[in-house]
């Protein structure tokens, strides 16, 4: 499986951006797909996951601000973002997981102005 994420960028705080993460290879082996953030000096933590059947899960510091959808059909999940804040910097990585392990996407740098 590969992961070619896009969409990251500069905005001013109470704006929206959004992410995109296009699957590629074995896709039918996916379960899960989804979108972590990982600030400088912090942990990777998780923001928002979509199961194949739809199913979603919101870090809770996201939840009504972000929503995961997912496109079966282009193998593709995005993330809009939306009422972006300043602690929400970080560089985002897309990742799909199968029965068998995790996949990740480069990083995409989302940066929050003030």
């Known amino acids: 499986v590969q992961l070619q994420a896009s969409g990251g960028g500069l905005v001013q705080a109470g704006g929206s951006l959004r992410l995109s993460c296009a699957a590629s290879?074995?896709?039918?082996?996916?379960?899960?797909m989804g979108w972590y953030r990982q600030a400088p000096g912090k942990q990777r933590d998780l923001v928002a996951v979509?199961?194949?059947?739809?199913?979603?899960n919101y870090a809770d510091s996201v939840k009504g601000r972000f929503t995961i959808s997912g496109d079966n059909a282009k193998n593709t999940v995005y993330l809009q973002m939306n009422s972006l804040k300043p602690e929400d910097t970080a560089v985002y990585y897309c990742?799909?997981?199968?029965?068998?392990?995790?996949?990740w996407g480069q990083g995409t740098l989302v940066t929050v102005s003030s």
């Open positions: 990742a799909a997981d199968t029965k068998f392990r995790r996949y």
């Open positions: 290879g074995s896709t039918f082996s996916i379960n899960v």
């Open positions: 979509i199961t194949s059947g739809g199913v979603t």
